[in-house]
């Protein structure tokens, strides 16, 4: 009988000392801990395949005196120009830049362009460049005024059968949608003439097979497109013989092409309606909206506060980055005066969200009382300027 | 008849401090009765299997990538979902001598050293699919039966989130196993585990749940990804009785879980 109650004493001790032992099979009570490797199955979803103009995609004849009507009357008759060629800027008919996206996102297309009248140098043309204005005002005078437009295809051209430059045609095209304003070469940190373009994604579907999955086109797919060509009227009563012969002095253009995935949803707002996918070019709006000083001019500096509560998802901040030509990017983001990680936040949909496992974020969230705990954020735009947001976290 | 057994312990070790008086009535003839029961030698035998390192592999799958694998085709309909890999399950089958209770603890992480995931885990799937970041409902299924093998697993209708995530951290429940029956070899004089078939108890669990489908999961893949580590704590502590209170009781209908201790 006595042997028994002490083999229960026993027992209890063994209860109270958890052994340390390998993952392996244990040989008495005690404790093991195994650690297991999860895996995650993903394919990127975000696939570029973009088609940019060829280099030399754009020719162009300036005709201030009509001589191509008046010598080629079946490629510049009367029916596409009833008053002759004088006085226009002319491309041949089916050339031009042809842009095509079967990329699985939209994509915000820019492109950026000059006049110049030396390549090496990037010299300013002695041509007298003027914006989209009346054809009256380029015809007064003697100046060589000279307006250089785009044209860019309309949104009724037929996409399943633009395949390239060759649909570029007068019948396909908004003449004179955007003037190229910038002569000569920017200065470093400028831009020249911008113009900025939202195209619509392909359809894409998941294959493959276990190990290795991928998110390709589905077959047949056009993807979106748009096509441009330079345009434009001259001053039918200057000297423009400066500009031809043996010596003459060039007048050229330079373009550049870039894109990047679009930052926001396709918004109807931020198409002007100018020509296909061309978008407004709206000012940046910040937080709390745009400061200026007494002389008209952005402050450095931008303020506001919201009401955050931990535990209803993740933290968004609304905020508007502009469109076009003036959409900024962001820099830096500060929580608590500590940087973080692009990784971290995105920006999309006129909101920046933040991940709330990030350390700082999570600290913010971790410090929240029922009567609020306030954290800065402080972002700063392409545009160095700041927005600090007083966010006050409750729980 | 387990319980009798320690009544006449317990009864024996204060019989010796406390005066014979206090115990009139019920009590007398109780003692009397069971000093009349010959006492049996309890062997002291531990045997209990428990889960290896590849038995709760999970797989995360966002966009449902596994219907191609599973049906040949794509099906959006599996997207968000958190799968066992197949034949996968964490299994415990006691066949000692005496009843153990299984501590289970479980955490989530980037690696062993406890440095917490960047998943956001959740308490439960009915906001998973908002915003963009990583995030999931992690959460383990204990069976409904008693079963000998992941073959033969089934699961119950509890689900308990995993909200553990780095450091020290454990989300913790835990099962009561019943002891096996030991026979004495005539021979031998040694015990032997009695042969027949039902001579076990077991528990078992999987892990299920739910991914934010809306997420982008890229930096938990390929080279230079952030890994997804699954700790699992299992303590062994041996009972000296086996109390079916303890278990979990359920207010309503569906698959209980088996051997799960409640609350």
Request: a negative charge; glycine letters at 10%.
């Amino acid at each position: 009988m006595k042997k028994k109650i002490v083999s229960l004493m026993l027992a209890a001790a063994l209860c109270a000392m958890p052994l340390s032992v390998s993952a392996s099979a244990l040989t008495a009570p005690g404790s093991t801990d195994v650690t297991t490797e999860g895996t995650v199955n993903y394919a990127d979803t975000t696939v570029y395949s973009v088609t940019l103009p060829t280099a030399n995609c754009f020719n162009f004849v300036v005709d201030p005196q009509g001589i191509l009507s008046a010598t080629d009357s079946t490629n510049y008759g009367p029916d596409k120009y009833p008053a002759g060629t004088a006085g226009y800027i002319v491309a041949t008919e089916g050339t031009g830049a042809y842009i095509n996206n079967k990329s699985s996102v939209p994509i915000k297309l820019m492109m950026e362009a000059y006049v110049q009248s030396d390549d090496t140098t990037g010299a300013a043309s002695s041509v007298n460049l003027l914006g989209l204005v009346p054809e009256k005002e380029i015809m007064s005078g003697i100046d060589n005024n000279m307006m250089l437009t785009m044209d860019i295809t309309h949104d009724k051209v037929d996409l399943a059968t633009f395949a390239d430059e060759t649909t570029i045609t007068t019948e396909n095209v908004n003449p004179y949608v955007a003037a190229i304003t910038q002569n000569g070469q920017p200065a470093a940190g400028d831009k020249g003439t911008q113009i900025s373009f939202a195209l619509a994604p392909a359809a894409y579907e998941f294959t493959g097979t276990a190990g290795s999955y991928a998110y390709t086109m589905v077959g047949g797919e056009t993807g979106d497109s748009v096509g441009l060509r330079l345009s434009g009227l001259v001053n039918t009563n200057a000297d423009w013989s400066a500009y031809t012969g043996a010596s003459a002095e060039k007048i050229a253009v330079k373009t550049t092409f870039s894109f990047d995935k679009l930052s926001s949803d396709y918004e109807l707002a931020a198409f002007d309606g100018r020509a296909h996918g061309v978008l407004a070019d709206t000012p940046a709006e910040y937080f709390a909206g745009a400061e200026y000083d007494a002389d008209g001019n952005l402050t450095g500096a931008v303020t506001g506060a919201m009401d955050y509560e931990v535990g209803k998802g993740a933290l968004e901040i609304p905020f508007s980055f502009g469109t076009g030509a003036n959409e900024l990017g962001i820099k830096t983001i500060a929580v608590n005066g500590t940087e973080l990680d692009p990784a971290d936040y995105k920006a999309l949909n006129g909101v920046i969200t933040f991940k709330s496992t990030e350390a700082n974020i999570k600290a913010a969230m971790d410090a929240a009382t029922p009567d609020g705990v306030a954290a800065p954020i402080t972002i700063v735009t392409s545009d160095d300027i700041e927005t600090t947001v007083n966010v006050t976290m409750y729980k | 008849m387990k319980l009798k057994k320690i009544i006449l312990g317990i009864l024996f070790f204060t019989a010796v401090s406390v005066p014979f008086q206090a115990w009139a009535s019920g009590t007398l003839s109780g003692v009397g009765l069971l000093a009349g029961k010959e006492e049996k030698e309890e062997p002291d035998i531990y045997q209990v299997t428990l889960p290896t390192d590849r038995d709760l592999e999970v797989v995360l799958d966002p966009e449902g990538l596994l219907s191609i694998h599973e049906q040949g085709k794509y099906d959006s309909s599996w997207s968000g979902q958190i799968h066992m890999k197949q034949g996968k399950g964490a299994l415990f089958i006691n066949r000692s001598s005496f009843p153990v209770m299984v501590r289970v603890g479980i955490s989530i992480g980037q690696n062993r050293k406890g440095t917490p995931s960047t998943i956001g885990l959740l308490e439960s799937d009915s906001n998973v699919n908002d915003g963009v970041w990583p995030q999931m409902y992690l959460c383990a299924i204990p069976g409904a039966a008693k079963i000998e093998s992941m073959d033969d697993f089934m699961p119950s209708d509890t689900n308990i989130p995993i909200e553990a995530n780095g450091g020290q951290e454990l989300t913790e429940f835990s099962f009561l196993l019943d002891r096996s029956e030991y026979v004495q070899d005539e021979k031998t004089g040694e015990y032997v585990l009695a042969d027949y078939e039902d001579n076990y108890d077991s528990a078992s669990f999987v892990l299920g749940g739910k991914v934010n489908k809306n997420a982008d999961w890229s930096s938990y893949t390929g080279k230079n990804k952030e890994h997804l580590v699954i700790r699992t704590v299992y303590t062994i502590q041996k009972q000296s009785y086996y109390d079916e209170q303890r278990l979990y009781q359920a207010d309503g209908e569906g698959k209980m879980p088996y051997a799960l201790i409640g609350k």
